[in-house]
Each structure stands twice: as structure tokens, then as C-alpha cells.
């Protein structure tokens, strides 16, 4: 948890984030808890429980923590919740948003939003704000750039179906390990490669693990959620909810988490690390390999849903 200092006569409103304040997603979840603090007058106090602690140190169980009151807020990786409701996966629709202007587009599409907060209140949470996260790029011992490239690739993977089963789609072997193991594997030359964003790759140094080149593929980008648990929402008068609202609202405009991702690759190549950023034509190639599993993604999460933020992507080129 993070080393905020507590008045201990205010009520405790439990945030969870599945990173520290050292990674972009765990600074928004820190900026919210100060917003919120700073005005609430001593009402209650937002404390930051980082790592998944309140969800089993478990990312994908994060968003059933919040519903079943183990937390109170928190700011989540949209794809990792999804492992627990499906439709959050929208925004990580393989190749929907591969370059950040589009990211940005979709985050912000009010519609998309409004659609996917009505779908969470129907499960006791409720959406405040949405900020782009950014994108997992591929970091691997030689260069990843088309489908012939993924053939029996061994890549580390976030233990989500939808995400293994396009890495599948490509012939890759997909595995879901622990860090630990999974650094063990990198030396030992059992494992390629992992999928991760890029701050992750600089704070564990990846480059030294042999990890040289960093495909930017464009497959799957991700948002942060900043969300309460609804049956904490109506028990609260409407001058904390409102609040807690707009702190949530300022502090998802001043993540910035796109520049922070940008900064972290620009530290790799400064480590010796090769960022491979795939053309239009060569994602499309990928895309069409992958088509399948593009197919049964769509069918998880809700072709309407899946549509309109297609549309808010292509509106955002116009």
C-alpha cells in the first residue's frame, strides 16, 4: 500500500490499484486519493491500497474485489477487469486503437462511455472516468514482424482467454507465469519474449534479461477505469459523490499516461533496446491471421459495443 499519512478519526475509503504510484496506472489511483483528501474537509480519508492487495495480489480479480466491498474505489486496467466482466475488453479490441491519437479518441468517445457505465452499474459498480492507458508492445530476443515471425514464439502473456487465444491464432505459445519464473525462463532460454507496456520493461530492466527488441504491434491498447462500488455510491450524499466525481474526472485529464509510455521507450533504445514499430500493412497482415479469435473476442464482448467504438475510432480520423 502506499505510505500515505491517514487522520485516523475520518472514516477510511479503501482505493485499490493493481500497480505503485511508480507506474502510471498506480500515479492516477495516488492523484485521486490527494484530490479527493484535499477537499473533503476531513469527512473521510481515500487510502491507497496498491499492488491488488485488497483482490488477492490478483490484477483480473480486482473489479469482483470492488463489487464485493473488499474495496471501496480503485483504477483499474480495463483488459484486466474484463477477465471478470467481459465488455470492458472493448477497448482492448485487437488492432481497434494502434496509434495513441486513436486511443485517445476512444477513451473519450462519451457514447462508448455512457454505454459501458450503464453495463457496469448493472453489476454494482459505478464508472466515474476513463483515461487512456496506452499499449502492450512486444518485447523479444530477435525482431517480431510478421505472422511467420510468431510461429512457436514462447511469450509471456497476461492469463486473459481473449488475449491468449489470438496469440494462438498466430502459432505463438502463449504462457502465463509469475515474474519470477518468468525471468528464470528468459535466462534460460525457455521463454522469447513477454507482451507488456513499455514502463513495465524499463523498471525491470528487461534489455538485461536479453529482451533487445520491443515490437510496437498495435494489437491490444488499454484504458484505466476509475470506479466505487454503487452500493457505497447511494449510501453517500450527492456533495461526496460529487466530489469524489470530479476529483476521479481531474485526476484520469492529468494521468497522462500516453507520455509516460512514450518516455519509458525512449529509455529502452537509450538501453541498447531496438523499438520495431510495425507499418500499417504488416498489423494488417497480423489482423487477418488472427481474424478467428478477432471474431470470437467480438462475440465475448458485444458486437454493438465492439461496433460503436469502431465508430468512435473511425469518427476521430474525420
Known amino acids: 500500500m502506499s505510505a500515505q499519512v491517514r487522520n485516523a478519526d475520518a472514516p477510511e475509503l479503501k482505493l485499490s490499484t493493481a500497480l505503485a504510484p511508480t507506474y502510471p496506472l498506480g500515479r492516477a489511483g495516488e492523484r485521486w486519493a490527494q484530490l479527493a483528501n484535499e477537499k473533503s474537509d476531513g469527512a ?16 483480473a480479480r480486482e473489479f469482483g474485489a470492488l463489487k464485493a466491498g473488499d474495496a471501496d474505489l480503485a ?22 486503437a494502434p496509434e495513441p491519437l486513436q486511443l485517445q479518441a476512444v477513451a473519450a468517445d462519451s457514447a462508448l462511455r455512457q454505454r459501458l457505465f450503464a453495463l457496469l452499474e448493472s453489476q454494482g459498480v459505478i464508472g466515474l472516468a476513463i483515461a487512456p492507458l496506452g499499449e502492450h508492445v512486444l518485447a523479444t530476443k530477435a525482431p517480431v514482424e510478421s505472422p511467420a515471425d510468431f510461429r512457436g514464439l514462447r511469450v509471456r502473456v497476461m492469463p486473459l482467454r481473449p488475449v491468449l487465444d489470438v496469440y494462438l491464432a498466430l502459432g505463438a505459445l502463449p504462457q502465463s507465469m509469475s515474474f519470477a519464473l518468468a525471468q528464470a525462463a528468459l535466462s534460460a532460454g525457455t521463454l522469447d519474449g513477454q507482451d507488456t507496456m513499455a514502463t513495465t520493461l524499463v523498471a525491470t530492466r528487461a534489455y538485461a534479461s536479453g529482451q ?13 477505469i476509475f470506479a466505487v462500488r454503487k452500493s457505497a455510491w447511494d449510501a453517500w450524499p450527492e456533495d461526496r459523490r460529487s466530489l469524489l466525481r470530479d476529483a476521479a474526472v481531474q485526476a484520469a485529464r492529468e494521468a497522462d499516461a500516453l507520455s509516460r509510455e512514450d518516455a519509458a521507450l525512449a529509455q529502452l533504445t537509450k538501453q541498447g533496446v531496438t523499438i520495431v514499430r510495425l507499418s500499417p500493412s504488416q498489423r494488417a497482415a497480423l489482423r487477418d491471421a488472427a481474424s478467428p479469435a478477432i471474431a470470437a473476442w467480438t462475440g465475448a464482448v458485444g458486437e454493438d459495443l465492439v461496433g460503436a467504438a469502431r465508430a468512435a475510432v473511425a469518427n476521430a480520423g474525420k
Open 44 to 59: 473521510y480519508e481515500v487510502r491507497q491500497y496498491a499492488g491488488a492487495t485488497l483482490a488477492q495480489r490478483d490484477p
Open 75 to 96: 483504477v483499474g486496467s480495463a483488459l484486466a477487469w474484463s477477465a471478470q466482466f467481459a465488455p470492458l475488453a472493448v477497448y482492448a479490441t485487437p488492432w481497434l
Open 212 to 224: 533487445k527488441f520491443v515490437t510496437r504491434w498495435g494489437a491490444f491498447a488499454d484504458v484505466m
